[in-house]
């Protein structure tokens, strides 16, 4: 029973909300294409001015079923076929560059680079940023046809706001590259004894980090390990990706093996907390830009979700 009484109420908010509709049928009976009554050419979201008339009168000035259908207007085969696939490029970028970015904020949290940029990450998202610029003007150049579309209609709104979401990430990111990571790098390379043993501080621990002959030292669930004498620590890195000299409590737990693994290195000291330590300048402001994108990502998601659905 309660199944049948939601069906019906389904059903009455289905008939309430949407008073008419357009299909693809419908577009191929009539010779228009689905922009002649849609904002996005692909169909759904804001609709035209036709578009509105048609959900007033539920039919098109030229939809007599008697009449002879009109010859579609719109791109060539060609055309269309490179539209999809700058399109697709533009999507599979987009879930990429995203997925790295989530990956590293929500996963790794943004304290993995704030010894420096790891390589990779920085190459994913310089490249997914050129993609997505040049793939994205493509699509505009195709999608708006007029000034008038782009400022007057929500889509172009949307659009204007999109756009200025990722350029605002593309100067974020250039900045944190060329200014922010050369300073968490030389952070690293600050000449330091390197200390004899006992408890640290995460200050400390830095310059253990296996370069120039420095041991190779990094601390993990609190006690402080020494991975000097392991092939699998040259240079104070381990599998490109973890550096000595850091707590890699949290970047551990991803490992393929178990903390046993750690626990078979010989422990030299704790980790202890520095009093009233006070992050520098560029370290807060990497910390701020990195979140900053975090929330762009999110932004630019509901965008998409106001296109096709609101």
């Known amino acids: 029973m309660k199944i049948v009484i939601t069906l019906i109420l389904f059903a009455l908010f289905s008939w309430h909300v949407l008073p008419c509709s357009a299909t693809e049928q419908y577009a191929a009976q009539t010779g228009k294409s689905c922009s002649a009554c849609h904002v996005d050419p692909s169909g759904g979201g804001e609709l035209t001015a036709l578009g509105e008339a048609f959900s007033v009168r539920h039919t098109l000035p030229d939809a007599s079923p008697s009449a002879a259908p009109a010859q579609p207007s719109g791109l060539a085969p060609a055309a269309k076929l490179f539209r999809f696939a700058i399109g697709y490029l533009h999507m599979i970028t987009a879930i990429l560059w995203f997925g790295t970015i989530l990956y590293v904020h929500l996963v790794l949290k943004p304290a993995y680079a704030a010894g420096g940029l790891p390589r990779g990450e ?174 762009i990502v999110f932004l630019v998601v509901l965008i998409l979700a106001l296109w096709r659905w609101a």
């Not at 756009?163 to 944190?176: H, N």
């Not at 060329?178 to 690293?188: N, S, V, Y």
């Not at 501080?201 to 041991?215: F, H």
């Not at 030292?217 to 699998?232: E, N, P, V």
Request: net charge positive; charged share 20%; proline share 5%.
């Open 122 to 295: 920085v190459r994913v998202g310089v490249m997914s940023m050129v993609v997505m610029g040049i793939t994205g003007a493509v699509l505009t150049h195709y999608r708006v046809t007029s000034w008038d579309m782009l400022l007057h209609t929500r889509f172009g709104v949307l659009l204007i706001v999109k756009i200025s979401l990722y350029l605002v990430m593309v100067l974020s990111a250039a900045y944190v590259v060329l200014f922010i990571g050369p300073k968490l790098k030389a952070k690293r390379r600050e000449p330091a004894a390197p200390p004899l043993g006992g408890d640290l501080t995460i200050d400390e621990l830095a310059s253990c980090d296996g370069k120039e002959g420095r041991p190779v030292w990094f601390a993990y669930q609190g006690k402080i390990y020494d991975a000097t004498a392991s092939r699998l620590w040259k240079q104070g890195v381990h599998m490109g990706r973890h550096n000595a000299g850091e707590d890699l409590t949290e970047a551990l737990k991803l490992a393929p093996h178990g903390s046993d693994k750690v626990a078979a290195m010989p422990a030299v000291g704790a980790l202890v907390a520095h009093a009233d330590r006070k992050a520098p300048l560029h370290e807060r402001v990497f910390f701020f830009m990195a979140y900053m994108n975090l929330s």
